[in-house]
Every structure is written in structure tokens, then in C-alpha cells.
């Protein structure tokens, strides 16, 4: 396979991977939802901690009546974390496998200059792994802004 066919594989392989990942984020865990429980249980904390300082029996008490209803919260978004990772993780590998069983390992397909951290020294070749792992990152950034969630 020659360099730009590889090149653009491995990088349709992480623009798949990207993409997959946060459609499979906003279907399968509502972010919204997500961190408005969080921002609820994080809230529940830190009043039952400034009760805890204050030694304030009373607000102590009434959070404690609460406390069952943020397990519940924090339950859901464990959940929901959970799923969301798995589904993920699934995306991942189908794209990685794919992409290393059409582009044989040690092929590089692309390049970073060094003269940045080493005048001089020229170019150093990424082989396919790197290559997907570099821009998987940028891409999910990229698909995470469309999809409005950062």
C-alpha cells in the first residue's frame, strides 16, 4: 500500500473513531443530563460538608432524608459512564483492528519535523499506530465541538 493511501486510511479510521465515540456519547448519555445530576450530587456534598463544619444537627438532618435520592443520582450517572465507556471501547477496536489488518505494522504514514526541539535532524516517521492515536485526539475534539458538548 503505498503512503497517501495509508495515510488517509489511518486517518478515515480515526475520523471514524472520532465520530463514533461522540454520536455514541449523545445517544446513549444525555451530557446535559449528565452534568446536571453531577452538579446536584456535587451540590448535596458540598452543603452536607459546610453542615459537617457548622456542627448544624438540623440541615444535617434534612440531608440525610436526601441522601437515598443522590445515591440514586450518582447511581445513574455511573451507569450511564459505564455504558458509554463500553460503547466506546467497542468503537475503538473495531476501528484500530480494521485499520491494522489493511495496513501492515511498521509502515509510516506520516511525518513530524523535530526541528522545533532539535535543529537540523529533519523528520521522524509515524508508523500507523501513533498516526491514528494523534489524530483521534484532534478529531474527537473537533466532533465533540459540532456535537456542542465541550
Do not use: C, H
Request: glycine share 4%.
Amino acid at each position: 500500500m503505498d503512503f497517501i493511501s495509508s495515510l488517509l486510511l489511518v486517518t478515515g479510521a480515526a475520523v471514524f473513531n472520532a465520530a463514533g465515540n461522540t454520536f455514541l456519547s449523545v445517544k446513549i448519555s444525555n451530557p446535559e443530563k449528565l452534568k446536571r445530576l453531577q452538579q446536584e450530587a456535587k451540590d448535596y456534598r458540598e452543603q452536607l460538608d459546610a453542615a459537617k463544619k457548622a456542627s448544624d444537627t438540623k440541615v444535617m438532618k434534612s440531608l440525610e432524608k436526601r441522601k437515598k435520592y443522590i445515591e440514586m443520582l450518582s447511581n445513574e450517572v455511573s451507569s450511564a459512564t459505564l455504558k458509554q465507556t463500553l460503547a466506546s471501547l467497542a468503537v475503538t477496536l473495531v476501528a484500530f483492528y480494521l485499520m491494522l489488518w489493511l495496513i501492515p505494522q511498521g509502515t509510516t504514514v506520516a511525518y513530524v519535523s523535530t526541528y522545533l526541539w532539535n535543529p537540523g535532524d529533519g523528520l521522524v516517521g509515524l508508523d500507523s499506530v501513533f498516526w491514528f492515536v494523534v489524530t483521534t485526539s484532534y478529531f474527537s475534539i473537533v466532533t465533540r465541538k459540532l456535537f456542542g458538548m465541550v
